[in-house]
T-cell receptor
Framework: AQTVTQSQPEMSVQEAETVTLSCTYDTSESDYYLFWYKQPPSRQMILVIRQEAYKQQNATENRFSVNFQKAAKSFSLKISDSQLGDAAMYFCAYRSARSSYKLIFGSGTRLLVRP | ETGVTQSPTHLIKTRGQQVTLRCSSQSGHNTVSWYQQALGQGPQFIFQYYREEENGRGNFPPRFSGLQFPNYSSELNVNALELDDSALYLC?????????????FGPGTRLTVL
């Protein structure tokens, strides 16, 4: 069974600085999708970025980028120029390409942004 | 474009009761997935509905059931509520096709079972 592990329960970053959130996953499959979701105190899960495993190029969305290391089964999220609005829980999620439905989430990392 | 909506926002029930939660999918989406998020944890997949039929199920007992309607909205029903059912219930919609089928989430329903 696939699993997703986020080993950092909480991270802290100074406003305008850069922070990296870690995520590792375990799968025997070669084709899958990876996601980072943000959950602010309002509770709504918001998609931050996604990565297709067959793509070697790391995904980037404005200040958010990933470091996808397929062999190491690692999928970290880098947030540049951190803003106060980035403070939230961040969840890493995996979906097999063979399954259209099931997202498997990690336990989350709480990101604190210091002004 | 209308996003995913859920109702109610909060709900308090007592053990043994039944509850129905509702979700309206984002326009253009044909699939709805339900997740349970206990306090301090990541969401756990309950089931998904596509074309009004269950398209996959997680490790939840049969007292968790659902429906999808022709307009792609969905209901989650939980019978014989237990204290451990207290959680945030998230609905996510997507368009089922080849590719990432990215799921977009609603704001959730906070269920408290006393």
């Amino acid at each position: 069974a696939q699993t997703v592990t986020q080993s950092q329960p909480e991270m802290s970053v100074q406003e305008a600085e850069t922070v990296t959130l870690s995520c590792t996953y375990d799968t025997s499959e070669s084709d899958y999708y990876l996601f980072w979701y943000k959950q602010p105190p309002s509770r709504q899960m918001i998609l931050v970025i996604r990565q297709e495993a067959y793509k070697q190029q790391n995904a980037t969305e404005n200040r958010f980028s990933v470091n996808f290391q397929k062999a190491a089964k690692s999928f970290s999220l880098k947030i540049s120029d951190s803003q106060l609005g980035d403070a939230a829980m961040y969840f890493c999620a995996y979906r097999s390409a063979r399954s259209s439905y099931k997202l498997i989430f990690g336990s989350g990392t709480r990101l604190l942004v210091r002004p | 474009e209308t996003g995913v909506t859920q109702s109610p926002t909060h709900l308090i029930k007592t053990r043994g009761q039944q509850v129905t939660l509702r979700c309206s999918s984002q326009s253009g989406h044909n699939t709805v997935s339900w997740y349970q998020q206990a306090l301090g944890q990541g969401p756990q997949f309950i089931f998904q509905y596509y074309r009004e039929e269950e398209n996959g199920r997680g490790n939840f007992p049969p007292r968790f059931s659902g429906l999808q309607f022709p307009n792609y909205s969905s209901e989650l029903n939980v019978n014989a509520l237990e204290l451990d059912d207290s959680a945030l219930y998230l609905c996510a919609s997507s368009y089922l096709a080849g590719g990432p089928n990215t799921q977009y989430f609603g704001p959730g329903t906070r269920l408290t079972v006393l």
